[in-house]
């Protein structure tokens, strides 16, 4: 049997800055984590710091997309306006022309016993509501769902009835985000996807895209909220719900998996009234996610097609790490400092993975073309998981599949991993389904293709970690030569075009794009004379330092071209050496900006008191609860009593329990920034992860 690979310590050979000031409250391992990622500077490392809990709850990290034009994206809404949009006179003239009249739905009647049949699967008053909304006037969006139908047939039975008793006035499908299945009843109109599909039958392929454009494009765009869920984990979902393709939704960006988000989706081809309704489930349907904000468009969403994030994040437990100084003062100071100087643009440790071997591990063995060494870092694991009782479900089935793997027991192996390691599961799944067994050393198995197994998002990102380690061990040094000043050899950019970086998510998660293969649009840059950095025409934010490839230029300034190589000579590799023969690994290369800072220098700071583990701000959605529950509440008196009653119940919560102080910060970041680099620069690392231990 062989045993799983060393953990790989890159902790050795690494001078941290002085400036790493001493927080007490920073936790040892989460340093060394920094240090050996290279995040080791500080742009005021003289300030005092402070500490505080991210994320004891999901709900203290709240994210919203902000849009290419500048605003902030919250839900508002979510229910579709279910309206045709107004066509413009300019988008007739190329219409035919037609000497009838439109044809007029001639008005019908429900047959007599429609709800006495109805009522053998539904109670009498939702069979009643279904013969109500087939009299509706067609171009009604109205749609209804019933309750839960457990049996698979009788619901067949439903759907059967309802065409026999309203032809195609209505339409039925199953709702499976009910359990059991429920059956949402739709008004049939011109509007309906089933309808267009007659229409595109009987007048052709335009007649489709035609009533597209009435409606504003192909592309259905919404706000998509999610509370402690990972980005395509809704999607997917989504898509298995309406039985499409995931393809058929885009995003612009990745959002945190324990935070509450917001951000703008688009789904090609799918009517707003069939996502608006997958909301009715309430919580056991979308399972912590709302969509909402329905818009058509003529062009779908791409990654990057956005302007930012805007956080709202509370810290608990909040401490000046100065007695002398009071919390509000030295957090006051610590975002005045930042507003003026800006943070190090560091790539954060989210970017190199949860577990125990860093993907930036498993990306030098891909560049090294180590494909065996490749596979065995990631699956990797802590032999203590095995037989544990004291450890997440899922990381101790990931240990014990991990083992079984190096025992070559594939089919074992692929069984007990679960689905959530989505790396790890592609390359069991890849071994198990061919039935090599090697020859008991892993020897002729075949690793690369294993490897390619894995999605090709999730495979190229180990290799842009790497290159994200180099980076950040780079800015370390640069930065430990001048903090504020521009070097003679500095790079900056050349080209006033978009700026071309890796996307991330406001956690560091990040969005993989294809390698650009032509020129168009890419940033160049070149280095600047000693005349040109005395000059004052360029300032500390104006410097960028390339991210290791074959097609940028390395910075002049004395000592980081050496930084570059001894970094990647440990490693076996070369920065002037990025080419491989396989595409995935051969990366070109980008420029990254050296310094970054809050979107329009704003940043707001609230310190307050609150009961200990008590929710501090609004949820989107709590607001649009509270907000459709006041509107829904039209007698004054009423909703002044329950104010009341609820202002007492939480006076009477607030005094039961034990106070805490939370440190509530508002800002806005670029979409290249990581928002836990930001809080670094604020805390001085002070900022801690939130485990179950604490207040145990």
């Not at 979510?78 to 066509?87: D, L, N, P």
Request: charged content about 30%.
């Amino acid at each position: 049997m062989a045993s799983p690979p060393a953990k790989k310590a890159r902790l050795d050979d690494l001078t941290p800055s002085t400036s790493i000031p001493a927080t007490n409250g920073t936790s040892v391992s989460q340093t060394a984590q920094e240090i050996a990622a290279g995040i080791t500077e500080y742009v005021n490392p003289s300030l005092p710091g402070w500490t505080g809990i991210l994320k004891q709850r999901y709900t203290d990290f709240l994210v919203n997309e902000v849009a290419l034009q500048g605003n902030v994206l919250h839900l508002t809404s979510t229910k579709s306006a279910g309206k045709f949009r107004e066509i413009k006179a300019s988008e007739k003239t190329n219409a035919p022309k037609k000497d009838k009249a439109p044809k007029v739905e001639e008005p019908v009647e429900a047959p007599a016993d429609a709800i006495e049949r109805l009522s053998s699967f539904v109670p009498a008053e939702v069979a009643q509501q279904i013969v109500d909304l087939s009299l509706v006037p067609a171009g009604s969006t109205e749609s209804l769902t019933t309750p839960s139908i457990a049996e698979k047939d009788a619901r067949s039975s439903f759907h059967a009835l309802v065409r026999e008793l309203f032809k195609s006035r209505l339409i039925t499908e199953t709702s499976v985000t009910h359990d059991p299945p429920a059956i949402i009843v739709t008004r049939n109109n011109p509007s309906t996807a089933a309808e267009e599909r007659r229409r595109s039958k009987r007048g052709g392929k335009n007649h489709n895209k035609n009533s597209w454009a009435e409606l504003g494009g192909e592309y259905c765009h919404f706000n998509l909220y999610k509370e402690n869920r990972d980005t395509m984990e809704v999607l997917s979902f989504l898509a298995r719900l309406l039985k499409v393709n995931p393809k058929t939704f885009s995003f612009a960006g990745t959002k945190d998996r324990r935070a509450v988000t917001v951000q703008r989706c688009s789904a090609h081809m799918i009517r707003a009234e069939r996502l608006a309704g997958l909301n009715t489930a309430g919580d056991n349907g979308l399972r912590g996610a709302r969509l909402g904000d329905f818009d058509y468009k003529p062009y779908g969403l791409s990654l990057g097609d956005l302007g930012g994030n805007e956080f709202v994040i509370t810290l608990r437990q909040a401490a000046s790490s100065d007695p002398n100084i009071t919390l509000e003062d030295t957090v006051t100071a610590a975002v005045e400092a930042v507003k003026k100087s800006g943070f190090a643009n560091y790539f954060g440790l989210q970017r190199f993975g949860s577990h125990d071997v860093s993907t930036a591990d498993v990306g030098a063995y891909l560049l090294r073309t180590d494909w065996r060494g490749a596979v065995e870092k990631i699956l990797a694991y802590d032999p203590a998981l095995c037989g544990a009782v004291d450890k997440l479900r899922d990381d101790i089935e990931r240990a014990e599949a991990c083992r079984l793997y190096f025992t070559y027991d594939f089919d074992a192996a692929s069984d007990k991993m679960p689905r959530k390691f989505v790396a790890e599961s592609a390359m069991l799944r890849y071994f198990a389904e061919r039935g090599i067994k090697g020859d008991g050393q892993g020897k002729g198995l075949d690793y690369l293709g294993a490897i390619q197994a894995i999605p090709r998002g999730l495979r190229t990102m180990y290799a842009h970690a790497y290159q994200s380690f180099v980076w950040n061990h780079v800015l370390s040094a640069r930065l430990q030569k001048s903090r504020t000043e521009v070097l003679a050899g500095d790079l900056v950019l050349v080209r006033d075009v978009k700026e071309v970086e890796e996307e991330v998510d406001q956690a560091g998660e990040i969005v993989i794009a294809p390698e650009p293969e032509s020129d168009n649009g890419i940033q160049r840059a070149r280095a600047l004379s000693a005349e040109e950095a005395a000059s004052g025409k360029w300032k500390i934010t104006d410097i960028v330092l390339p991210i290791p490839g074959w097609d940028v230029v390395y910075p002049e300034t004395e000592g980081l071209m050496e930084v570059y190589e001894n970094v990647m000579k440990k490693d076996m590799l070369d920065p002037k050496d990025m080419k491989r023969s396989v595409r995935d690994w051969s990366l070109t290369g980008s420029y990254r900006k050296a310094m970054s800072g809050f979107v329009d220098g704003a940043c707001e700071v609230e310190v307050k008191k609150c009961r200990k583990g008590e929710q501090v701000v609004q949820t989107d959605y709590e607001k649009l609860q509270a907000k459709e529950k006041m509107e829904e509440q039209v007698e004054g008196g009423k909703r002044k009593r329950d104010e009341d009653e609820e202002m007492k119940e939480a006076g009477e919560m607030k005094e039961a329990g034990e106070e805490e102080t939370v440190v509530v910060i508002r800002m806005r970041l670029g979409t290249s920034c990581y928002a836990t680099m930001a809080l670094r620069e604020i805390m001085k690392g002070g900022c801690l992860a939130y485990k179950p231990e604490f207040g145990r």
